[in-house]
């Protein structure tokens, strides 16, 4: 089935730092990439879609100066969480879909700024 | 918009007993369905996927689903659950096309219990 790999895992960090998360379509192109957050015992909130070569759209409410994303090829998207605040601490979790095929996600990031 | 609501946050249930997760959706247009399942610390897993054609599917780990247009939804069942089950169920949907971006419920948790 497909895979999506999502790096790092986890990440602990001081307040100030920008943090990058990578998100990899492993065995097919993935025109569209989804980016969520998740808070504790809740359901996943959509930040922003990426496609391949455009601009991301974000989702109202969503800073996209404090959350950058780049698609630059149909098997790489990445989220950079610039100058990470204590309120940035979340879990994040990337999606890959195209066309007709369901989405499928990463195992998510875990991110904690101190 | 679409919305999704599933009737219950948490569902205790005894080992090899039956459950049933509910799924209830809105939408002005017809949608694609989707349960997904999340374990602790990990991103979502398809279960299964309604696109067209019968209205029953099938999916993993043994689970399956119905979906019903007049009633709008789409509940899981499983006949007989192991400890394993144990996790959070989300129910979504998508329009236009099946890689499209996705509307959450607010999800299920399931707490199998011996």
């Known amino acids: 089935g497909a895979v999506v790999s999502q790096h790092p895992s986890r990440v602990i960090c001081k307040s100030g730092t920008s943090v990058k998360i990578e998100c990899r379509s492993l065995?097919?192109?993935?025109?569209?990439m989804f980016w969520y957050r998740q808070f504790p015992k809740q359901s996943l909130m959509l930040m922003a879609t990426?496609?391949?070569?455009?601009?991301?759209?974000?989702e109202q409410g969503v800073e996209k100066d404090k959350f950058l994303i780049n698609h630059a090829s149909l098997t790489l998207s990445t989220l950079t969480v610039t100058s990470a605040h204590p309120e940035d601490s979340s879990f994040y979790i990337c999606?890959?879909?195209?066309?007709?095929?369901?989405?499928?996600f990463g195992d998510g990031t875990r991110l904690s700024i101190l | 918009a679409q919305s999704v609501t599933q009737l219950d946050s948490q569902v205790p249930v005894f080992e090899e007993a039956p459950v049933e997760l509910r799924c209830n959706y809105s939408?002005?247009?017809?949608?694609?369905l989707f349960w997904y399942v999340q374990y602790p610390n990990q991103g979502l897993q398809l279960l299964l996927k309604?696109?067209?054609?019968?209205?029953l599917v099938k999916g993993i780990n043994g689970f399956e689903a119905e979906f019903n247009k007049s009633q709008t939804s789409f509940h899981l069942r499983k006949p007989s659950v192991h400890i394993s089950d144990t996790a959070e169920y989300f129910c979504?949907?998508?329009?236009?096309?099946?890689?499209?971006?996705?509307?959450f419920g607010g999800g299920t948790r399931v707490l199998v219990k011996p």
């Open positions: 999606s890959a879909g195209t066309g007709q095929m369901a989405q499928h």
């Open positions: 065995d097919f192109q993935a025109t569209t």
């Open positions: 990426s496609n391949e070569g455009s601009k991301a759209t974000y």
């Open positions: 939408s002005s247009v017809s949608v694609y």
């Open positions: 309604y696109l067209s054609g019968s209205t």
């Open positions: 979504a949907v998508s329009v236009g096309a099946a890689g499209n971006k996705l509307t």
